[in-house]
């Protein structure tokens, strides 16, 4: 679909484009495009020549604000679910990292359930990222722009949504 389609709000079906269903919850967000760089050697040992690139990288990459991404409710809960579970287990685990350290510095002794624990609690907030990648509204909606930023890409669309983005230009 164009970008400029996404772009506006109320042009979307009403349906979700994964499964089909009634929509009961319209997100906004945004997609970025992935522009690649222009030479290949980003990672070059001069810092002022990577400067660049990334510079050159960033212009041609284009950001198209979704406007009331239909989700029906399996969808919905997917993103609830996936961002709790991350908060959840990133200030948990940062939780757990500062109490191990103010049993140890309080108590002064050294143990290895409190190594264990800051362990368990660095470990939490890293995995964090997976549940919040899970719960995120590009792989929830399964859409991402082409490359120069033009249209927005389904992947797999549901037939229903298919036909309703169809009715909908």
Request: aromatic share 6%; with cysteine.
């Amino acid at each position: 679909m164009p970008a400029e389609l996404a772009e506006r709000r109320g042009a979307l079906p009403r349906c979700c484009s994964r499964h089909g269903r009634e929509s009961v919850r319209a997100v906004d967000f945004a997609l970025q495009s992935r522009a690649e760089p222009g030479s290949g050697r980003l990672m070059s040992a001069n810092p002022l020549g990577m400067a660049g690139r990334l510079g050159e990288r960033a212009q041609r990459v284009r950001i198209t604000r979704v406007r009331g991404w239909p989700l029906c409710r399996a969808c919905a809960w997917r993103r609830t679910t996936g961002l709790v579970l991350a908060n959840a287990m990133f200030w948990g685990g940062l939780a757990a990292i500062a109490g191990a350290l103010v049993v140890r510095v309080s108590a002064g002794a050294q143990s290895s359930a409190l190594g264990a624990l800051l362990l368990v609690g660095f470990f939490a907030a890293l995995a964090s990222v997976l549940p919040f990648a899970f719960g995120s509204l590009a792989r929830v909606s399964g859409a991402r722009t082409s490359e120069d930023g033009a249209e927005v890409v389904v992947d797999d669309p549901h037939p229903e949504f298919a036909a309703a983005l169809r009715d909908a230009r």
